[in-house]
């Protein structure tokens, strides 16, 4: 919001009939050529309103009067569009849109997520991949072997993130809703002191008419949501994509039965010596929760070291 719109909006909030005169001293403006003088309008404001204009510099020095010194903010201010939509940022949402390989990306995902619940999907999947870790495994703890596969997702999830999320983008998702909640804070508080003075019904139909406009303005917004949750959901779909094998062959190796079962113990604080499907925290098995820690902690090094910001930027 440009200085001439932020002093108008503090006029009004300070005299609510500020907004009859200066609707006046526009109308008088398109009459004249674009200057007024006193003379023209002081029957609808007063000498007092005249002044405050001058010395905030609403209106300036003019070839023969005084002329608007900003128009169009004039005019928005006035119009209750200052704060509107044309100063939120620009997102191009088509740019959040998924590409076809994010859809079937998320579609292998969700055929990977089936493994969870029937054996025969489980025990495919875990035998595909035991070829390429199955060595691993047998050459050293399964502690390891779990720290190792939380290293690989780690790294590949950070990288997936910074490359597929639009931290820029994001920021301006962010940026819009929040211009929407503080425009609607903003009058609601204009409301506010406007009841408190006692303003005219005509006055406060005026803020109940902006209310509604924000609302539903609001509304409309709401498909930005839409966006920025697709533009958060982008790189977990390729992360599912190659962390759920993963935990389906850990979860197989585990609980499968003959020579590919793992059978060592494992102390962990608090729990002691537990087996890697005996419940931790809850329904969570030693290996998730072991999983978790490795992979949590290897993240932040890891983007610490790379230096990578997953914030959302903001201008």
Request: charged share 30%; aromatic share 10%; with cysteine.
């Amino acid at each position: 919001m440009t200085r001439t719109a932020e002093k108008i909006n503090a006029l009004v909030r300070e005299d609510g009939s500020f907004e009859e005169a200066l609707e006046s001293i526009r109308q008088t403006v398109d009459e004249n050529g674009g200057e007024v003088e006193w003379a023209d309008v002081r029957d609808d404001l007063t000498s007092g309103q005249w002044g405050r204009l001058i010395e905030k510099g609403v209106l300036v020095d003019g070839d023969e009067g005084f002329e608007i010194a900003d128009r169009e903010a004039f005019d928005s201010a006035l119009d209750g569009d200052a704060e509107g939509a044309a100063d939120l940022p620009e997102v191009d949402a088509e740019a959040s849109k998924w590409s076809q390989w994010d859809k079937l990306a998320g579609l292998a995902s969700v055929l990977f997520m089936v493994g969870y619940w029937f054996d025969s999907v489980r025990d495919s999947i875990g035998g595909v991949i035991d070829i390429a870790l199955g060595p691993l495994a047998a050459s050293m703890p399964f502690y390891t072997v779990i720290l190792a596969v939380a290293m690989l997702t780690g790294l590949y999830s950070t990288l997936l993130q910074a490359n597929l999320m639009d931290m820029e983008r994001m920021g301006k998702y962010q940026e819009r809703m929040k211009a929407m909640q503080d425009k609607r804070s903003d009058v609601q508080e204009r409301k506010k002191e406007a009841e408190e003075r006692g303003a005219s019904e005509a006055e406060l139909e005026k803020l109940d008419n902006e209310l509604d406009k924000v609302q539903e303005e609001q509304m409309e917004a709401m498909a930005d949501n839409l966006g920025m949750f697709k533009e958060q959901f982008r790189p977990m779909v390729w992360i599912m994509l190659f962390t759920i094998p993963l935990f389906l062959w850990m979860y197989w190796k585990i609980h499968a039965t003959g020579d590919q079962v793992v059978t060592e113990t494992v102390i962990m604080p608090i729990a002691g010596e537990v087996e890697w499907s005996d419940g931790i925290i809850g329904p969570l098995r030693a290996w998730i929760v072991w999983y978790f820690l490795c992979s949590m902690g290897f993240i932040q090094l890891l983007r610490k070291a790379l230096n990578i910001d997953m914030s959302p930027a903001t201008s």
